[in-house]
């Protein structure tokens, strides 16, 4: 069964979020903000196989976030590194996108 | 149910990765195998060159900085990847096959291209293999252990076998040089002065 970390501070999404996962057979582990899934994520113990980075608001830096979470999935297995997945409620601009694959990251919207 | 609805596209990724993963441990990652100098309207036969080996993922291609002799060892392994062989089993399958002793000889007839491979060179050669894989995984951004994908597997003896877990295909780019092409006189490869008597006796 793949692992997922979903890091999600939105609750109600999540735990809808984690039910469609959990249907799909995926073993879901939720973390509520982005230092507690860097914490997961340097847990050589819990290697996670795909990371859903909820990113809602666009105050955040979420390409520096992203690119912490990523180091993190180094850290704990230079070659178990996690797939990205950046989701958003609302559609980014293209550009920002680009920067997300070319970080190596996919990217979906919910819109 | 709006609420389901507007998650399925993000769920249509999430599925996307998941088959992803499952396909990379279960078949390997996929590489791309170019051999030029291919006489026109011929399949894959010997006299061609073994002139890059690419990965392929998530639509780009990615060369592997590999040596002419780590060319034919790949190639060689990727046609046989069904089984693992020993250093042994490699040299004699290298030697006895003449896509690897004429290589590149259709360029021009000579057969300055081929490297005969010792056993005993397989293995440096296996671990140069190993570090261009690493190269290409980080370039390429893919999370894989080269050592999972060229694999050494122990015997119950002390022999080891080498075998590529990876898909690969072909593609081959025909010579262009115009006594090959079938418009000037047929896939034979004629001498131009052969060709310049035929065609006057004609």
């Known amino acids: 069964m793949l692992k997922i970390l979903l890091i999600d501070e939105d609750g109600e999404h999540a735990e809808q979020f984690g039910h469609e996962l959990a249907r799909r057979r995926l073993d879901v582990i939720r973390a509520i ?4 899934a860097l914490a997961r994520l340097r847990n050589r113990e819990h290697i996670c196989d ?23 999935g180094h850290q ?26 070319r970080m190596g990251a996919r990217y979906a919207c919910e819109e | 149910m709006p609420a389901k609805s507007s998650l399925s596209p993000v769920l249509n990724k999430v599925d996307l990765l998941v088959a992803e993963i499952t396909n990379l441990r279960t078949a390997g990652p996929h590489f791309r195998i170019v051999h030029r100098f291919r006489m026109p309207g011929s399949a894959c036969l010997p006299g061609e060159e073994i002139v890059a080996v690419f990965l392929a993922y998530r639509g780009c291609e990615y060369q592997l900085r590999i040596s002419l002799t780590q060319r034919i060892l790949f190639d060689f ?5 069904r089984l693992a062989q020993s250093a042994r089993q490699i040299e004699l399958g290298i030697r006895a096959d003449d896509f690897y002793n004429l290589h590149a000889k259709n360029a021009n007839r000579r057969t300055v291209l081929t490297r005969k491979i010792p056993r005993s060179s397989i293995k440096v050669h296996i671990r140069r293999l190993h570090q261009a894989l690493g190269l290409v995984f980080q370039e390429s951004g893919l999370s894989m252990d080269p050592g999972k994908v060229l694999i050494i597997q122990g015997t119950v003896g002390n022999e080891v076998g080498y075998r590529l877990k990876a898909t690969c295909s072909w593609i081959h780019f025909d010579l262009t ?4 092409q079938p418009v000037w006189g047929g896939n034979g490869r004629i001498p131009l002065r052969r060709a310049a008597q035929n065609s006057a006796q004609e």
Not at chain 1, 76 to 101: M, T, W
């Open chain 1, 33 to 36: 903000d982005c230092g507690e």
């Open chain 1, 50 to 72: 795909i990371v859903i980075l909820s990113m809602t608001g666009r105050s955040r830096p979420w390409l520096e976030v992203l690119r912490d979470l990523q180091q993190a």
């Open chain 1, 76 to 101: 704990a297995g230079l070659h178990e590194v996690p797939l990205f997945l950046c989701v958003s409620k609302l559609r980014l601009e293209i550009d920002f996108q680009l920067k997300i694959e």
């Open chain 2, 77 to 81: 392994l990727a046609h046989h990847s």
């Open chain 2, 177 to 180: 040089s115009r006594d090959c």
